[in-house]
């Protein structure tokens, strides 16, 4: 990989970060204001919208699966790191590229176990909320585990890179 | 396989994220005995199932924003003036709030790096030895966990399948009961000669109360709003966040409105977080549950214990150890499904243990060696770690005798479901 194709990575890295803050934020305000819409009508008109609440659930996966996609990015996840205590700082950079490695490869798998769920959604699937298939609606898996995978490589190779110019990685890099 | 198992745990240990180690199981365990790997996926989009789970990223976005705007300060200015004249004043002070604050944003650390800044030297100046302060703020830092609308709570109620209104009613007894034990000690505690109190005139009590008016309402919406019957406690959520937008955006404006979007997203990481963990140990547990492995422990456990209160003495020392070694949000996720059928057949109220394993998970916070909010009032206050082990050891006594009492008083946390539930 040479330097350009590095730069047109991450700066397409950088986009897709701004565009999932956008769609979280989009979603988020959704939720507070379907939300708070279906008890305006229930408690006023004794009424409602049936399909608000499957939608609102539907949102909860997509801003939740997204939301992980974007902690990937910033080393946000919950993790137990003993590493920090148990591990001489020498070999932390090494640690932590055995652990982005090991997470690529499960996300992997992740994508691998949701293209398959997705094909079987496709073939014997029902119509679901709108009319829209069930599979469109449950599309946010692989998508979600892809851009997880994609951002777990990234981190891979970056952390290969520092190890090999002797920089002082592991933390700083994923901030 | 197994060695592919073992390294997993290893990586768990050095730092892997732990959805990912979850995942990485339940993909062996269910390729291990030849199910199709779709399954995974499948148990995960189940979530997609839960109503009540519109409340964990909604709570949470209004914990933050709360935790962003001045409200802490103002919070802490009304209880110096209304509580501050108490023997042990600031003490109790600080409990309360730190309690009020974290059943608002979660127990996550948020409360001892937002009030113990602020805590810490005003107590130091009222004469509290700094043994004693940095202790109460690193034990109160997960205090109040079991007041609603901890996001725990709620978190307990979706893996458990529980009625939240009900755990949120559970909680407040057991919950006063460790806040008024603290206090208590707070006053025994307290300096011997106070410096002459500054006299809080009215207008200043006036003034605290005006500038707070528009949080103070916040607790009886949301209990007055489920208990009343205008709202479920999903929606709830809805409410609060809506009304703290509109106060800490347009009405105060502590936050701009340009800062929203960072702050969303950052909530929204916070909830993704948890989301996925959530979700690995859908497909795990339904590993579990399918290998009948939580009845195979239970048959275990029975043939050498059988009275219900020694299975309760030993739980509660498993879960210590859990609590201490796994933050609260994983441990009730991995945990949860793996004891309430085991604890169902001892005839444990699931609701009663709810109470018991978010007791548990709290201490666990502050247990020695590795409890987070140690590490979190280490690196705040800049002491060695060692030295919070000493400070907060009595009130870890103190929260050990609180949970004993909740253990084994069942009625402290089902007499309220009894009179409003």
Redesign the interface.
């Known amino acids: 990989m040479n330097g350009r194709d590095q730069q047109r990575i991450s700066s397409l890295m950088q986009y897709s970060a701004r565009l999932?803050?956008?769609v979280?934020?989009l979603?988020?305000?959704a939720?507070?204001v379907l939300?708070?819409l279906?008890?305006l009508l229930r408690?006023f008109f004794s009424s409602g919208l049936l399909w608000a609440?499957?939608l609102?659930?539907?949102m909860?996966?997509w801003?939740?699966?997204?939301?992980?996609?974007?902690?990937?990015s910033?080393g946000?996840?919950?993790?137990?790191?003993?590493?920090?205590y148990?591990?001489p700082e020498r070999f932390q950079p090494l640690?932590?590229l055995?652990?982005y490695i090991?997470?690529a490869i499960?996300?992997g798998?992740?994508v691998?176990?949701?293209i398959?769920?997705i094909r079987?959604e496709i073939e014997y699937g029902s119509p679901g909320l709108f009319q829209l298939p069930t599979w469109s609606?449950?599309s946010i898996?692989p998508l979600a585990f892809g851009l997880i995978t994609l951002r777990y490589i990234m981190l891979a190779v970056t952390q290969v890179i520092a190890i090999l110019h002797h920089e002082t990685p592991a933390k700083n890099i994923n901030r | 396989m197994n060695i592919i198992k073992l390294t997993t745990f290893l990586l768990a240990l050095l730092g892997a994220p732990l959805f990912l180690v979850i995942s990485a199981l339940a993909l062996l365990a269910f390729a291990s005995v030849d199910i199709d790997l779709s399954v995974v996926i499948i148990e995960m989009s189940r979530l997609a199932d839960t109503p009540l789970l519109v409340s964990l990223p909604l709570f949470i976005f209004a914990g933050t924003l709360l935790s962003e705007s001045h409200a802490p300060e103002r919070i802490l200015m009304l209880s110096r003036i209304f509580l501050g004249w108490m023997p042990g004043g600031l003490a109790v002070v600080s409990l309360a709030v730190c309690a009020i604050f974290t059943a608002f944003t979660g127990a996550s650390g948020v409360t001892i790096f937002a009030l113990g800044g602020l805590l810490l030297p005003a107590l130091l100046k009222d004469g509290y030895n700094e043994r004693f302060s940095m202790g109460l703020i690193t034990s109160s830092g997960s205090l109040g966990l079991l007041f609603p609308p901890s996001l725990p709570l709620i978190l307990y109620g979706v893996v458990s399948e529980t009625r939240i209104d009900h755990l949120f009613l559970a909680g407040i007894l057991p919950g006063l009961l460790m806040l008024l034990l603290l206090m208590g000690y707070s006053i025994k505690q307290g300096p011997a000669v106070r410096e002459k109190q500054h006299k809080h005139s009215t207008q200043e009590a006036i003034t605290a109360l005006r500038k707070a008016a528009w949080e103070l309402p916040l607790p009886v919406i949301i209990l007055g709003g489920i208990y009343g019957g205008f709202f479920v406690a999903g929606e709830a959520a809805a409410v609060t966040c809506l009304y703290v937008l509109i106060v800490e955006v347009f009405i105060y404006r502590d936050v701009s409105f340009s800062e929203l979007p960072r702050i969303m997203s950052k909530s929204m990481m916070l909830f993704g977080g948890i989301l996925v963990i959530l979700a690995a140990s859908m497909a795990s547990t339904n590993y579990l549950i399918d290998q009948e492995i939580p009845m195979r422990i239970f048959e275990f456990i029975r043939s050498y214990i059988d009275s219900k209160y020694t299975f309760l003495l030993l739980l509660n020392v498993f879960l210590l150890i859990v609590g201490a070694m796994l933050d609260i949000f994983s441990a009730l996720v991995l945990v949860v499904p793996l004891i309430l059928p085991i604890a169902t057949g001892y005839g444990v109220d699931p609701i009663h243990l709810g109470i018991i394993f978010l007791t548990n998970l709290q201490i666990g916070y502050c247990t020695p060696p590795v409890g987070l909010n140690l590490f979190l009032a280490s690196y705040r206050f800049e002491k060695p770690i060692v030295e919070l082990y000493r400070s907060t050891l009595p009130f870890l006594g103190l929260l050990i005798v609180t949970l004993l009492v909740i253990t084994y008083f069942p009625w402290l946390s089902q007499v309220l479901i009894k009179l409003f539930g």
């Not at chain 1, 946000?76 to 920090?84: P, R, S, T, V, Y």
């Open positions: 999932e803050e956008g979280l934020c979603l988020l305000t939720m507070i939300a708070c279906q008890i408690s609440d499957p609102i659930r539907y909860v996966l801003s939740g699966l997204l939301g992980a996609s974007m902690a990937t910033r946000n996840h919950i993790a137990l790191d003993l590493a920090g148990l591990i640690v932590q055995v652990c090991f997470s499960t996300s798998f992740l691998w176990a949701s398959l769920f079987s609606w449950n898996f």
